[in-house]
């Protein structure tokens, strides 16, 4: 659940469910299987290249 509460205000001005950790996770296994990611692939530049642009992405 994520909350908005204003500095300031009595009360939060907002409410909603979200479900982003299992979202994040069945993204991360299709990353791992798609991109090689659960295989250490990170030491040569392609490897690296995918874990930066991923990271930034994120």
């Known amino acids: 659940m994520l ?3 204003p500095e300031g205000e ?3 001005t907002g409410y ?3 479900n ?3 979202r994040i996770e069945r993204d ?3 990353l791992e299987q798609e991109l090689g990611l659960g295989h250490d692939e990170a030491r040569g530049w ?4 995918h874990h930066a642009a ?3 992405a994120a």
């Open 3 to 5: 909350i908005e509460w």
């Open 10 to 12: 009595a009360e939060p």
């Open 16 to 18: 909603w469910l979200a």
């Open 20 to 22: 982003l950790c299992r």
């Open 28 to 30: 991360y296994r299709e």
């Open 46 to 49: 392609r490897g690296f290249h």
């Open 54 to 56: 991923l990271w930034i």
